[in-house]
Nanobody, 123 residues
């Protein structure tokens, strides 16, 4: 089994910063893309940022220039540095990863989600 554990959420004033972490643990061969999504109550979950195993990143237009995604492959951990936070960034942030595992001599790719961490930005 694979677990993703997020940390770093909290309450911050508009204009402030937070850094989220997502640590993967368990039995796997490799972690492919690692992503951060967010979801407000009553809204669809949206992709915020994604990073490949090679470090290539992409962002939602709403966070470009303010958020930075990175990862430490040696620690199986992804980070989301969030600067210049706005009240509209308030949401539960979820870590997601595509993980390659071996079973009975074959390799499979599985999708895993963290439990979510609340980010609240006050105006």
């Amino acid at each position: 089994q694979v677990q993703l554990v997020e940390s770093g959420g909290g309450l911050v004033q508009a204009g402030g910063s937070l850094r989220l972490s997502c640590a993967a643990s368990g039995s796997f061969i490799s972690i492919n893309d690692m992503d951060w999504y967010r979801q407000d109550p009553g809204k669809q979950r949206e992709l915020v940022a994604a990073v490949t195993s090679g470090g290539s990143a992409r962002y939602a237009d709403s966070v470009k220039g303010r958020f930075t995604i990175s990862r430490d492959n040696a620690k199986n951990t992804a980070y989301l540095q969030m600067n210049s936070l706005k009240p509209e960034d308030t949401a539960v942030y979820y870590c997601h990863a595509e993980v390659t595992r071996s079973m009975a001599g074959y390799t499979f790719t599985y999708s895993y989600w963290g439990q979510g961490t609340q980010v609240t930005v006050s105006s």
